[in-house]
């Protein structure tokens, strides 16, 4: 099992930067990928950003050049830095990490993150 929690997420004017981080615990030592997801009201969950164990990322097109997803495996974190965000990045944000016992996802309870004026 691994539990994972999320922090920071909040209210932002257009153009402005938040950084969101997910810490796991438990059986830390079989994940690979960690991974952001959104979902903003009324849309389906997407893929915003994800980095493997070796750090090797990949993004989603609409937040490439803005977001950067971190990880230090020693501290079982994960962040995104979130830079230029737009109203249209409102949503609610999840961590979710893969593991390789049992080849199971898990999620984390998500971050609300409002770009608003």
């Known amino acids: 099992q691994v539990q994972l929690v999320e922090s920071g997420g909040g209210l932002v004017q257009p153009g402005g930067s938040l950084r969101l981080s997910c810490v796991a615990s438990?059986?830390?030592?079989?994940?690979?990928?960690r991974a952001w997801y959104r979902q903003a009201p009324g849309k389906e969950r997407e893929l915003v950003a994800s980095i493997t164990r070796g750090g090797t990322t990949n993004y989603a097109d609409s937040v490439k050049g803005r977001f950067t997803i971190s990880g230090d495996n020693a501290k079982n974190t994960v962040f995104l830095q979130m830079n230029s965000l737009e109203a249209e990045d409102t949503a609610v944000y999840y961590c979710k990490v893969h593991s390789w016992m049992g080849d199971q996802d898990y999620w984390g309870q998500g971050t609300q993150v409002t770009v608003s004026s």
């Open positions: 438990g059986m830390t030592f079989s994940i690979n990928t």
